[in-house]
């Protein structure tokens, strides 16, 4: 999508911070942190958002998880604890409209989230 925040970081008209890519996924850090570790985890592909989700994404969504998980280990939250979060639609407050996934940790997250 041309007129898309994350393609264009995805493409690098925007520049981000990246820490990740492969040929699905890209991951850079948030550029308003809400926790000491605040990294987007998002599709290359535009996808506005999960209830856009197609059987076919099921592997690059996958992926994500994957490359959260591998990620929380490289920033050294995955033993005291993380949270991957998507944000969906007006009541949770999604602001982009390309999926992204929100890996937070270095700090206690408390729960139920506000
Ligand atoms: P959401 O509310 O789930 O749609 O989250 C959007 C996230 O994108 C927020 O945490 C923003 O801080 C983050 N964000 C917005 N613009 C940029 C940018 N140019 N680079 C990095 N992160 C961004
Ligand atoms: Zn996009």
């Not at 520049?15 to 890209?26: A, C, L, N, R």
């Not at 979060?85 to 390309?98: E, I, L, T, Y």
């Amino acid at each position: 999508m041309t007129d898309c925040l994350f393609c264009k970081i995805v493409n690098g008209t925007i520049p981000s911070k990246k820490i990740y890519e492969d040929e699905y996924v890209y991951a850079f850090h948030d550029i308003d942190p809400k926790a000491p570790v605040h990294i987007l985890i998002i599709p290359k592909k535009h996808i506005s958002g999960v209830p856009d989700l197609r059987n076919d994404d099921d592997v690059v969504i996958g992926r994500i998880m994957r490359v959260a998980h591998h990620l929380a280990q490289e920033n050294g939250i995955a033993t005291s604890g993380y949270r991957v979060v998507v944000n969906s639609g007006k009541d949770a407050g999604q602001a982009v409209f390309h999926i992204h996934y929100h890996l937070l940790g270095g700090r206690h997250l408390a729960w139920p989230p506000g």
